[in-house]
C-alpha cells in the first residue's frame, strides 16, 4: 500500500471539473431559461441561447446581427426595461424584474427577468446580459393559489359552521366570522385568546382529552360540547377537528370545524320528552282500561262479603232472640214446673226463625264470605306486584309469577272471550329485568291477543278463543311466548307494526304505542329480543327472549 | 198474583250473597236468580216480571244489551243496573235502557232501600196501561232547536250548556237523572241543572243531547206541546224569580227553577201516551168544573202531578225534586212547613196559569192558602203576582231572563 499522502487537487483535465468556456457554453445552451447578451443599450443582440432562439422563433443557426432584442418586447415591458432595468442595471450591477417576451406565436410569455450589466477592467460597463425564466407556469400555480384561497376565505367566512384554527398550544391562529353570529364574539376579539377559554368546564376535560388524542395520532373524531355565549349562555357546538402538519410532517395547527346543535338538540330532548309522554300516556291508558275490570273484580267479592254479612248479622240477631227463649225455658224447666205457656212462645218463636235455613245458610255465607275475601287479596296482591314502582335498576325477578298477576291484573281484558293456559317452566331461575317496564310489556301483549280474538270470534261469548302463556328456560335465555288464536297478522303490515302510532284498532281505541313500547321496552332497556311468528287464520306468536345475564342498559351513544 | 223480581249476575257467589240479603222481600215478592241473560228471558217469557235487576258486564249477552230486550219486549219492568264498573260511555248507553243505576259494592240496606221505592212506585199506580207508560217512558221531549244548539255550537262553555239544558225539559230530566247517577261521584243530591250540567261535563251533555231521538209527538197538537212547555219554562222562571225575592239560598233557587221546569212532567208523560184521553180529561173538567187533576184522576186514575212524580222516581232524583212535582198544586199536604223551592213552584204554576188563564191547557189553580198562611207569608202574594207579570212580559218579548249559572 505505500504512504499515505494528503488528497491533492487533481488536475482539470483529469477529473473534468474544470468551467472551461466550452463548458460554460454547453451550460447556456441546455439551460430553458433565455440567455443573451447585449450591448449596454439592451438593442443589439450578441448572443441568444438556444431556450432564448426556440422562445423567440429564431433558427438555431442564424445570424443575429439583424435582430434588436427590443422588437421581441411587448412595448410596456420594453417600457420598464428602458426606464429601470437598464439603469438599475447600470449602476447597481443588477435588475430584477417581471417583463415579457413575444414569442414566435405572437403570444406574450411572462417572465422574470435578470439583467447584469457587465464592466471591463476599466469599469466601464461592456455589455448587458439577460437571464429570463418563463413564469407562465409559475404565474398560473399562483394564480391557482390565490384563487382556491380565497374560495376557502369565501367559503370560511360564509358558511355556517364555525371555522376555526388553533396552534397546538390551543391558542387560536383564526376564526371565521360566523363565530361572531354564533357566540357574539369578532373573530379579532378572539385572534391569539386560548381556546378552552369560553368551553363549559364539564366538558374541558373531554375536549382536551379528544384535541390530544388529535395531536397524537393526527385523526380527529366527533365531540360534543357547551360554550359559552357573549351574552352568558351555553350554545351546543359539535365540532370534528383535523391536523394541518408543516413541510416536515410535523403537527403545526389544528382545525376546528364546529356546528351549533344547540336546536338540535333542543328538539331531540323535545322529541324525548314526547316519547316519555307517549309512553306515560299509553300506560294511563292501560291503567285507565285496567281500571274497570279491577273495579268490577274487585266490587263483585266486596259486594256479596258486605251483603253475607249483613246477613250474618241479622241472622244472629234473630238466632240469638231465639237462644235467649230457650234460655228461659231451659231455666223454667230447672224449677221443675214449665209453664206451657212459654213452651207455646218458644215454639212459635222457633217457627217463625226458620232455624233450618239459617242453620244451613249461616256456613255457606261465612265460606262465600271467605272465599271473596281470598279473591279481593290475590287481586289487590297481583295489582301491587303490576304496577311495581319504575326503578331504573334491574331486579332479578321471578318471570312467572310477574306473568301471573299481569295476567290476573288484566283477566277483566280476556274472561269473557278466552280461555287461559299458562305452561311456566318452573325451573326458570330469576331474571333480572325492570319490573314495571316488563309488566307493561305483557299487559300490552295479553290485550293484544284478547283483541284479536276478539277479532276472531266475536264478544258474544258464543265461542271463545285460547291465549297461551308460555315460558322457557333456554341456555342463557328466558323465553316467554303469548300466543293467541286470532286473525292473524296480515303479511302487508308484519313491518310495520312496531312502529309508533301504527294501529290497526279504530280512532281513539289506541295509541299506537302498545307494541312500539313493547320492542324498545324489550330490545333496548333489556338487551332482548321481540319478535312475532303468524299465521293467517290461525293466530299470532308474540316471542320475548330475555338474556339471563344481567346487561347494561344499552346507553345511547354520547358523542 | 204475587208480583216477580229477577235478578241476574254471573257471578253464583254474588247471586248467592243478595238472595240472603234480598230475603225480606220474599214475603211479598217472588224473587228469581239468573246467572245468564238467556236463562233470565226465558223465564221472563213465561210470566213477565215487574222489576229486573242486572249486572252489566256478564259473558255472553251484556247487561246493557239485556236490558235493551226487556225495555222492548216487556215495556211494563222496571229496569235497575246493579254495576261494579259503570264508566261514562257505558252509562250514556244505559241512559235510556235502565231507570236506575246502583254501584256495587253498595250498602245491602241502601240496595234494598232502593228496590222498595221503586217497587212502591210500580204499585202506587192503579192501572196496568198507565204503569206500562210510565215504564216505558225514557226521554221528555226535547226541543229540535235547542238540541241543535247544543250539537253544534263550536265554542260551547259550560254556562252556555246550562242555559240550554234549563230551556229544555227533556234535557234537564236526563241529565238530572245521570246527575244522580253513581257515575257521578258526589255525594250530596244534585238538585240544580247547572251542577248536573257541570258534574257531568260538555262531552256527556252534548251526547245526551245527540242522542235524544225526536219522539213520535205528532200525538201531541204542536199547539198543545208549544204552550206546555212555555208554561214550564214560564213556571221555572217564575219558581227563581219569587225564590230570588225571598232572598233563599243559591240551591234552593237552582232547585226552584229545576223543579219549576219539571212539574208538569206527567203531563208530558199522558199527553204523549194518551193524547185523546187527555182531550177528554180536559173537556171534561171543563164541563163539570172540577180541577184537571181530578179528572185526570178520573179517567187515567191518577192525575198528572203523581204520574210525573212516579216517573223522576224511577230515574232516581232526589226526593225534594219529586215532593215537588207531586205536592205542586198542594203543598199543604206536605210536612214542610218552611218557603222551599215547593213553595215557589207552586205559587209560580198558580199565579202563572192565573195569569193565562188557559182554558185549553186547564181550569185555573189556585194558590194554596193554608200553605202560605203556615208560611205567614199571605201578604206577600201581590209582590210575587208583580214580579211574575213583569218577569213574563219580559219574556214575552222574546228577552229571557237570564237562566241561572254558577254564581
Known amino acids: 500500500m505505500g504512504s499515505v499522502k494528503p488528497n491533492r487537487p487533481r488536475t482539470p483535465q483529469q477529473n473534468g471539473s474544470e468551467p472551461t468556456p466550452e463548458r460554460l457554453l454547453a451550460i447556456l445552451e441546455a439551460t430553458t431559461d433565455l440567455v443573451n447578451l447585449t450591448d449596454t443599450k439592451y438593442e443589439q443582440l450578441y448572443y441568444l441561447n438556444r431556450a432564448g432562439r426556440r422562445l423567440l422563433g429564431i433558427p438555431d443557426e442564424g445570424a443575429l446581427s439583424n435582430h434588436s432584442i427590443t422588437r421581441f418586447h411587448p412595448d410596456w415591458a420594453l417600457e420598464r426595461i428602458r426606464k429601470e432595468g437598464i439603469s438599475v442595471a447600470l449602476q447597481d450591477g443588477v435588475w430584477v424584474g417581471e417583463t415579457a417576451f413575444v414569442a414566435t406565436d405572437g403570444r406574450e410569455v411572462q417572465v422574470s427577468q435578470l439583467i447584469l450589466a457587465h464592466k471591463g477592467r476599466d469599469g466601464?460597463?461592456?455589455?448587458?446580459?439577460?437571464?429570463?425564466?418563463?413564469?407562465?407556469?409559475?404565474?398560473r400555480a399562483q394564480e391557482a393559489l390565490r384563487r382556491s384561497e380565497e374560495?376557502?376565505?369565501?367559503?370560511?367566512?360564509?358558511?355556517?359552521?364555525?371555522?376555526?384554527?388553533?396552534?397546538?398550544?390551543?391558542?387560536?391562529?383564526?376564526?371565521?366570522?360566523?363565530?361572531?353570529?354564533?357566540?357574539?364574539?369578532?373573530?379579532?376579539?378572539?385572534?391569539?385568546?386560548?381556546?378552552?377559554?369560553?368551553?363549559?368546564?364539564?366538558?374541558?376535560?373531554?375536549?382536551?382529552?379528544?384535541?390530544?388524542?388529535?395531536?397524537?395520532?393526527?385523526?380527529?373524531?366527533?365531540?360534543?360540547?357547551?360554550?359559552?355565549?357573549?351574552?352568558?349562555?351555553?350554545?351546543?357546538?359539535?365540532?370534528?377537528?383535523?391536523?394541518?402538519?408543516?413541510?416536515?410532517?410535523?403537527?403545526?395547527?389544528?382545525?376546528?370545524?364546529?356546528?351549533?346543535?344547540?336546536?338540535?338538540?333542543?328538539?331531540?330532548?323535545?322529541?324525548?320528552?314526547?316519547?316519555?309522554?307517549?309512553?306515560?300516556?299509553?300506560?294511563?291508558?292501560?291503567?285507565?282500561?285496567?281500571?274497570?275490570?279491577?273495579?268490577?273484580?274487585?266490587?263483585?267479592?266486596?259486594?256479596?262479603?258486605?251483603?253475607?254479612?249483613?246477613?250474618?248479622?241479622?241472622?244472629?240477631?234473630?238466632?240469638?232472640?231465639?237462644?235467649?227463649?230457650?234460655?228461659?225455658?231451659?231455666?223454667?224447666?230447672?224449677?221443675?214446673?214449665?209453664?206451657?205457656?212459654?213452651?207455646?212462645?218458644?215454639?212459635?218463636?222457633?217457627?217463625?226463625?226458620?232455624?233450618?235455613?239459617?242453620?244451613?245458610?249461616?256456613?255457606?255465607?261465612?265460606?262465600?264470605?271467605?272465599?271473596?275475601?281470598?279473591?279481593?287479596?290475590?287481586?289487590?296482591?297481583?295489582?301491587?306486584?303490576?304496577?311495581?314502582?319504575?326503578?331504573?335498576?334491574?331486579?332479578?325477578?321471578?318471570?312467572?309469577?310477574?306473568?301471573?298477576?299481569?295476567?290476573?291484573?288484566?283477566?277483566?281484558?280476556?274472561?269473557?272471550?278466552?280461555?287461559?293456559?299458562?305452561?311456566?317452566?318452573?325451573?326458570?331461575?330469576?331474571?333480572?329485568?325492570?319490573?314495571?317496564?316488563?309488566?307493561?310489556?305483557?299487559?300490552?301483549?295479553?290485550?293484544?291477543?284478547?283483541?284479536?280474538?276478539?277479532d276472531c270470534v266475536g264478544d258474544d261469548g258464543n265461542r271463545r278463543g285460547t291465549i297461551t302463556v308460555s315460558t322457557r328456560h333456554i341456555d342463557a335465555l328466558a323465553e316467554i311466548r303469548i300466543k293467541d288464536t286470532g286473525p292473524g297478522i296480515p303479511e302487508s303490515i308484519r313491518q310495520r307494526i312496531f312502529e309508533p302510532f301504527f294501529t290497526t284498532k279504530p280512532f281513539g281505541k289506541g295509541t299506537g304505542q302498545g307494541l312500539a313500547i313493547a320492542h324498545s321496552v324489550i330490545v333496548e332497556r333489556h338487551g332482548g329480543e321481540l319478535m312475532f311468528e303468524s299465521e293467517l287464520g290461525q293466530g299470532t306468536t308474540f316471542i320475548i327472549r330475555l338474556p339471563l345475564r344481567p346487561q347494561q342498559n344499552k346507553q345511547k351513544p354520547t358523542t | 198474583m204475587i208480583g216477580r223480581i229477577l235478578i241476574l249476575d254471573d257471578e253464583p257467589l254474588a247471586l248467592d250473597g243478595l238472595k240472603r240479603v234480598l230475603r225480606p222481600l220474599a214475603a211479598d215478592w217472588e224473587l228469581l236468580f239468573a246467572s245468564d241473560a238467556r236463562q233470565a228471558l226465558d223465564w221472563m217469557s213465561d210470566r213477565p216480571v215487574d222489576l229486573v235487576l242486572s249486572d252489566l258486564l256478564m259473558p255472553g249477552m251484556k247487561g246493557i244489551e239485556f236490558l235493551g230486550r226487556v225495555r222492548d219486549q216487556y215495556p211494563q219492568?222496571?229496569?235497575?243496573?246493579?254495576?261494579?264498573?259503570?264508566?261514562?260511555?257505558?252509562?250514556?248507553?244505559?241512559?235510556?235502557?235502565?231507570?236506575?243505576?246502583?254501584?256495587?259494592?253498595?250498602?245491602?240496606?241502601?240496595?234494598?232501600?232502593?228496590?222498595?221505592?221503586?217497587?212502591?212506585?210500580?204499585?202506587?199506580?192503579?192501572?196496568?196501561?198507565?204503569?206500562?207508560?210510565?215504564?216505558?217512558?225514557?226521554?221528555?221531549?226535547?226541543?229540535?232547536?235547542?238540541?241543535?244548539?247544543?250539537?253544534?255550537?263550536?265554542?260551547?262553555?259550560?254556562?252556555?250548556?246550562?242555559?240550554?239544558?234549563?230551556?229544555?225539559?227533556?234535557?234537564?230530566?236526563?241529565?238530572?237523572?245521570?246527575?244522580?247517577?253513581?257515575?257521578?261521584?258526589?255525594?250530596?243530591?244534585?238538585?240544580?241543572?247547572?251542577?248536573?250540567?257541570?258534574?257531568?261535563?260538555?262531552?256527556?251533555?252534548?251526547?245526551?243531547?245527540?242522542?235524544?231521538?225526536?219522539?213520535?209527538?205528532?200525538?201531541?197538537?204542536?199547539?198543545?206541546?208549544?204552550?206546555?212547555?212555555?208554561?214550564?219554562?214560564?213556571?221555572?222562571?217564575?219558581?227563581?224569580?219569587?225564590?230570588?225575592?225571598?232572598?233563599?239560598?243559591?240551591?234552593?233557587?237552582?232547585?226552584?227553577?229545576a223543579a219549576g221546569l219539571l212539574h208538569d212532567a206527567g203531563k208530558f208523560l199522558l199527553v204523549s201516551n194518551f193524547p185523546d184521553q187527555y182531550s177528554e180529561a180536559v173537556r171534561l173538567a171543563i164541563e163539570e168544573k172540577i180541577e184537571l187533576s181530578e179528572a185526570e184522576v178520573r179517567i187515567f186514575g191518577a192525575a198528572h202531578p203523581k204520574v210525573g212524580a212516579a216517573l223522576l222516581d224511577l230515574w232516581g232524583l232526589p226526593a225534594s225534586m219529586l215532593e215537588t212535582v207531586s205536592m205542586h198544586h198542594l203543598p199543604?199536604?206536605?210536612?214542610?212547613?218552611?218557603?222551599?223551592?215547593?213553595?215557589a213552584v207552586h205559587v209560580a204554576n198558580a199565579l202563572i196559569h192565573e195569569r193565562d188563564d188557559d182554558s185549553d191547557c186547564s181550569p185555573v189553580s189556585h194558590v194554596d192558602p193554608a200553605h202560605i198562611g203556615d208560611l205567614g207569608l199571605s201578604a206577600r202574594i201581590n209582590t210575587w203576582r208583580g214580579a211574575i207579570s213583569d218577569g213574563t212580559s219580559k219574556m214575552e218579548n222574546g228577552k229571557w231572563p237570564v237562566p241561572p249559572s254558577r254564581p
Request: aromatic residues 6%; charged residues 25%; hydrophobic residues 40%.
Open chain 1, 151 to 454: 374560495m376557502f376565505r369565501v367559503i370560511t367566512e360564509n358558511a355556517g359552521e364555525l371555522i376555526a384554527l388553533v396552534d397546538t398550544k390551543g391558542r387560536r391562529l383564526y376564526n371565521s366570522p360566523s363565530y361572531e353570529r354564533v357566540l357574539g364574539y369578532s373573530p379579532e376579539e378572539l385572534r391569539g385568546t386560548w381556546s378552552f377559554e369560553q368551553i363549559h368546564p364539564d366538558d374541558r376535560e373531554q375536549i382536551l382529552a379528544a384535541a390530544e388524542e388529535a395531536r397524537k395520532t393526527g385523526i380527529g373524531r366527533f365531540i360534543e360540547y357547551r360554550m359559552r355565549h357573549k351574552d352568558g349562555s351555553w350554545r351546543t357546538l359539535e365540532s370534528h377537528a383535523g391536523v394541518i402538519r408543516n413541510s416536515t410532517g410535523d403537527i403545526e395547527s389544528i382545525l376546528v370545524v364546529a356546528r351549533d346543535i344547540t336546536e338540535r338538540k333542543r328538539a331531540e330532548q323535545e322529541r324525548e320528552r314526547m316519547q316519555l309522554q307517549l309512553n306515560q300516556v299509553q300506560k294511563l291508558e292501560s291503567i285507565g282500561r285496567l281500571a274497570a275490570g279491577i273495579a268490577h273484580e274487585i266490587n263483585t267479592p266486596v259486594q256479596y262479603i258486605g251483603d253475607n254479612t249483613r246477613f250474618l248479622q241479622e241472622s244472629f240477631a234473630e238466632l240469638n232472640k231465639l237462644l235467649s227463649g230457650y234460655d228461659r225455658l231451659l231455666q223454667s224447666a230447672r224449677s221443675g214446673a214449665v209453664d206451657p205457656a212459654l213452651i207455646a212462645e218458644v215454639s212459635a218463636m222457633a217457627g217463625h226463625t226458620e232455624v233450618h235455613y239459617l242453620i244451613n245458610e249461616i256456613p255457606t255465607a261465612i265460606a262465600q264470605s271467605l272465599e271473596g275475601i281470598d279473591r279481593v287479596t290475590n287481586i289487590v296482591s297481583a295489582m301491587k306486584q303490576f304496577s311495581h314502582p319504575g326503578t331504573d335498576d334491574k331486579v332479578a325477578i321471578d318471570l312467572n309469577q310477574a306473568i301471573e298477576s299481569t295476567l290476573m291484573v288484566a283477566r277483566n281484558e280476556w274472561k269473557y272471550v278466552a280461555d287461559l293456559v299458562t305452561d311456566f317452566d318452573r325451573t326458570l331461575p330469576l331474571v333480572p329485568c325492570l319490573p314495571g317496564e316488563f309488566n307493561q310489556v305483557i299487559l300490552n301483549l295479553a290485550v293484544n291477543a284478547a283483541h284479536a280474538i276478539v
Open chain 2, 77 to 257: 219492568t222496571v229496569r235497575l243496573i246493579l254495576s261494579g264498573y259503570i264508566d261514562r260511555e257505558l252509562l250514556l248507553r244505559c241512559a235510556t235502557s235502565a231507570h236506575r243505576a246502583v254501584a256495587k259494592p253498595c250498602n245491602p240496606a241502601d240496595l234494598l232501600a232502593v228496590l222498595r221505592r221503586a217497587l212502591s212506585v210500580i204499585t202506587s199506580i192503579p192501572t196496568h196501561t198507565l204503569r206500562t207508560a210510565i215504564c216505558r217512558t225514557d226521554r221528555l221531549p226535547t226541543q229540535p232547536e235547542i238540541r241543535r244548539q247544543l250539537i253544534c255550537s263550536g265554542d260551547l262553555s259550560l254556562d252556555r250548556a246550562s242555559a240550554c239544558v234549563a230551556r229544555d225539559v227533556g234535557l234537564a230530566a236526563i241529565v238530572l237523572k245521570l246527575a244522580n247517577s253513581p257515575v257521578v261521584q258526589v255525594a250530596k243530591q244534585i238538585c240544580s241543572i247547572p251542577d248536573a250540567v257541570a258534574c257531568l261535563g260538555l262531552d256527556t251533555v252534548r251526547s245526551l243531547a245527540a242522542s235524544a231521538t225526536e219522539p213520535a209527538w205528532s200525538a201531541f197538537t204542536p199547539d198543545r206541546l208549544q204552550k206546555l212547555w212555555k208554561h214550564s219554562l214560564d213556571t221555572a222562571m217564575g219558581a227563581q224569580l219569587i225564590a230570588r225575592i225571598e232572598h233563599v239560598h243559591q240551591e234552593i233557587l237552582d232547585e226552584a227553577f
Open chain 2, 332 to 343: 199543604s199536604g206536605t210536612c214542610c212547613h218552611r218557603f222551599s223551592a215547593l213553595t
Open chain 1, 124 to 139: 466601464m460597463v461592456e455589455y448587458l446580459s439577460t437571464m429570463a425564466r418563463d413564469m407562465t407556469e409559475n404565474r
